[in-house]
C-alpha cells in the first residue's frame, strides 16, 4: 500500500496538472499567484442559515441572513469582519430563517446582485426583504441551475446547481443550491433543498460536479434532506449542520447524524461550535488559516466588479466552433473584459432554432462557454443546455450569436 501511494506521488510529480484524484476535472479553477485565502463562514444565527464568503480577492458575498430575531447578532457579525459592501447577496428560498435578517443587511450594505429562487411567499417578512432590495438598488437575478456566479479575480468559481424545475409543492426545493470552487477545493452550499431536489442535481449533473470537500447539510440536517445517494455522490471531507441549541423541530434529525457516522464524515454543528469558518488555499481545506501553507494575503483593496458589454460595447466573444456530430457549440470571450451574455441569442440558422442564454451567465475573459445539444447534453460547469432534441446535425447549418440588443455578433458557416 506504501509502495502504491508513493507511486501514485511519482506520477503526480511527473504530470503537470497534479493530481485531483478524478473529481472535478470540468472546473476550470486556477489559484492565481498572490491570491488570498477563500473563506467560508457559517454564522452561528440559531436555528436558520447565514453564510459569508470571502473570495480570494477579499469581495464578500452573504447567502442567507438568518431570522429577523437574529438580524443584529448577523450585522454585528458582519461589522466585526469589517464587510463593506456585497458582491453578491443569495437570498436561496423565502422562509423566514434564511430571509429574515436580509432587510437589514440590505438597509445596511450596498449590495451589487440578489440572486433570488423565482418563487414569492405570502409573509410580511418577505415583502420587507422585496422591498430592501428595491430600495438597495441591487440588480435581481433568478437564481437556477446552470446560473454562475461572480466570484472576482481571484480564482475561485461558482454555479447553481439547483433549482432544476419551475414548480414545487414545497418551498424548501426552491432553494438555490451552489457549488463553490477554489482550485483543487470546493464547498456545495445546500440552502433547505429536499431530497427531490437533491435528485434533479444528480440527474443534471456529473459524478464530477457533485463532488465536494465540504457540504452544508441540507433542511438543517432535517430527515427531508441528505439522501445516503446524495451524500454518496458529493463525499465530502467535512459536513457542516447550521441548526440551533434546543430547536423546537429536534433537529438535527438522528437519521442524518447516523447516516454520516455510517459514511465516517465528520461534521461540525453551530449549536456545539458557534460560527464555523472553513479556509482554503485553493490545495486543501482547513478550519484555521495557520494549518494551510502561507498564503501571501492579496492586500488589493476590494475589486469593482468587470465591466459588462453594456457599458462598453466593446466585446471580442466569437462563436469558435460548432461540432455537428456532437452537437456542441463553443463560444469563446477572445476579449480583455468579462461579458454578460444574459439574453444572448445563439441561432441556428438553417431550423431558425434558437438559444437564449440565462440571465446571470457570464462569460470571463478568455474563457469558453459550451452550449450543448441532443439527448446526451448535461450541464455543468464550462457548459449549458440548449435543449435534448438534434441542433446541428444538418449537412449546412450556419451558426449566428446575437447580443441581447439583437445585434450579430459573431458568424459561423
Ligand atoms: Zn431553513
Redesign the pocket.
Known amino acids: 500500500m506504501k509502495k502504491f501511494t508513493a507511486l501514485l506521488l511519482l506520477l503526480c510529480l511527473l504530470l503537470t496538472f497534479g493530481c485531483t484524484g478524478g473529481k472535478d476535472l470540468n472546473i476550470h479553477s486556477a489559484v492565481k499567484e498572490g491570491s488570498g485565502l477563500l473563506e467560508v463562514h457559517i454564522i452561528d444565527v440559531g ?3 447565514a453564510i459569508l464568503i470571502r473570495t480570494p480577492d477579499q469581495g464578500d458575498l452573504l447567502i442567507d441572513g438568518g431570522t429577523n430575531a437574529a438580524e443584529d447578532d448577523l450585522l454585528d457579525y458582519l461589522a466585526s469582519q469589517n464587510v463593506q459592501r456585497l458582491q453578491a447577496v443569495i437570498a436561496t ?1 423565502p ?1 423566514e ?2 430571509i429574515g435578517g436580509l432587510d437589514g443587511v440590505l438597509n445596511t450594505y450596498s449590495a451589487e446582485i440578489v440572486y433570488m429562487p423565482k418563487v414569492t411567499h405570502t409573509t410580511a417578512t418577505f415583502e420587507r426583504f422585496i422591498k430592501a432590495v428595491q430600495n438597495n438598488g441591487a440588480k435581481t437575478v433568478q437564481a437556477k441551475s446552470g446560473v454562475s456566479l461572480d466570484l472576482g479575480e481571484g480564482g475561485a468559481q461558482g454555479i447553481f446547481l439547483a433549482p432544476n424545475s419551475e414548480e414545487y409543492d414545497e418551498l ?1 426545493n426552491y432553494s438555490a443550491v451552489l457549488k463553490l470552487v477554489y482550485g483543487d477545493t470546493s464547498f456545495m452550499l445546500t ?2 433543498a429536499e431530497k427531490l431536489s437533491e435528485g434533479e442535481i444528480m440527474t443534471q449533473y456529473s459524478a464530477k460536479s457533485l463532488a465536494a470537500d465540504v457540504l452544508k447539510v441540507g ?2 440536517g432535517s430527515k427531508t434532506s441528505t439522501s445516503a445517494e446524495f451524500l454518496a455522490a458529493v463525499a465530502p471531507q467535512l459536513a457542516v449542520i447550521s441548526v440551533g441549541k434546543d430547536n423546537d423541530y429536534g433537529l438535527p434529525h438522528p437519521n442524518t447524524l447516523t447516516l454520516l457516522e455510517k459514511e465516517k464524515i465528520p461534521y461540525l454543528r453551530t449549536d456545539e461550535e458557534g460560527t464555523i469558518v472553513i479556509y482554503s488555499d485553493g490545495k486543501k481545506i482547513a478550519l484555521s488559516p495557520d494549518e494551510l501553507e502561507a498564503t501571501q494575503v492579496s492586500a488589493t483593496p476590494i475589486q469593482p466588479l468587470p465591466t459588462t458589454d453594456n457599458d462598453t460595447k466593446q466585446t471580442n466573444v466569437i462563436i469558435e466552433s460548432v461540432d455537428r456530430k456532437a452537437e456542441i457549440a463553443q463560444i469563446r470571450n477572445e476579449g480583455d473584459n468579462d461579458v454578460d451574455l444574459s439574453g444572448w441569442v445563439l441561432v441556428s440558422v438553417q431550423g431558425d432554432q434558437r438559444y437564449t442564454f440565462a440571465e446571470g451567465t457570464i462569460l470571463k475573459a478568455g474563457e469558453s462557454l459550451a452550449v450543448l445539444s441532443g439527448p446526451n447534453a448535461k450541464a455543468d460547469i464550462g457548459q449549458v443546455v440548449w435543449t435534448e432534441k438534434n441542433i446541428w446535425n444538418n449537412d449546412y447549418d450556419p451558426a449566428e450569436l446575437y447580443d441581447a440588443a439583437g445585434q450579430l455578433v459573431s458568424s459561423l458557416e
Open positions: 436555528q436558520a442559515d428560498h422562509h430563517d434564511h424548501n440552502g433547505d433542511h438543517h
